[in-house]
Nanobody, 125 residues
């Protein structure tokens, strides 16, 4: 059974930082493409960052230069370091894992069959 568990969410003031973590059981993160998504009520889930099996990362334009996704292989933990947070970064953040798929977009939720339960982030202005 695959289980992904996020942690590290919370409330911060604009300009602050948070570090999200995602721990896995039932799979090895280094064998999957990994993603961070966020969602606010009434909107579609949005791809924020991704790390592929080769270690390459991709970011949404809105977070480039502020967010960093990384993988601790030894701990099998995916992290998302978020700096200079803005109110529009608020939402529930999810980590996701999926196998390699030719032509699949990193920010497309359907390509990830495994999801965590989400951790909330609130950025106050």
């Amino acid at each position: 059974q695959v289980l992904l568990v996020e942690s590290g969410g919370g409330a911060v003031e604009a300009g602050g930082s948070l570090r999200l973590s995602c721990a896995a059981s039932g799979l090895r993160f280094d064998q999957y493409n990994l993603g961070w998504f966020r969602q606010v009520p009434g909107k579609e889930r949005e791809g924020v960052a991704a790390r592929d099996m080769a270690g390459s990362t991709n970011y949404a334009d809105s977070v480039k230069g502020r967010f960093t996704a990384s993988l601790d292989v030894g701990k099998d933990t995916l992290t998302l370091a978020m700096n200079n947070l803005k109110p529009e970064d608020s939402g529930t953040y999810y980590c996701a894992a999926g196998p390699w798929e030719a032509g699949a977009s990193w920010h497309s939720p359907p390509r990830y069959p495994y999801w965590g339960q989400g951790t909330p982030v609130t950025v106050h202005s």
